[in-house]
């Protein structure tokens, strides 16, 4: 089995981007819509949607930019992600004003942060 895109929302493609082209380092594709039909068919959203492709070699998301998306307010939903350098990465995300989430769990601190729509993120 190959994990092939992950899907979230944002509300703007500024958010979009600088989270995850700017923060992740991902290559942005060029935006796509999503037709109003599909898009009330498929998820029951009654607009159109721009649909923008961040990926690498390994990973990639699409994102649906929803100007009324408000993010998670009470889930687990949430994206986990290995860095090669976690402080770095961390340093990077505080510099950006990235929220970073760091909870004591036994003998370890499990680290989130969240994109600039609330969409959490585990980081390894």
């Not at 991902?26 to 039909?37: G, R």
């Not at 498929?42 to 923008?52: A, D, G, P, R, S």
């Not at 004003?97 to 370890?108: C, L, S, Y």
């Amino acid at each position: 089995m190959i994990l092939r895109h992950i899907a979230l929302c944002c509300s703007t493609e500024e958010n979009s981007d600088k989270f995850y082209k700017d923060l992740l380092g991902l290559s942005k594709m060029a935006p796509k819509i999503l037709s109003l039909s599909l898009s009330q068919a498929i998820f029951n959203i009654h607009t159109e949607l721009k649909v923008i492709n961040y990926q690498n070699d390994t990973l990639g998301f699409e994102i649906f930019i929803h100007s009324t998306y408000h993010g998670h307010e009470t889930c687990v939903d949430h994206t986990c992600i290995e860095v090669p350098n976690r402080e770095a990465f961390l340093d990077k995300c505080r510099k950006m004003n990235v929220m970073i989430r760091q909870v004591p769990k036994g003998d370890k601190i499990v680290t989130f942060i969240s994109d600039f729509d609330g969409n959490l993120f585990e980081v390894f």
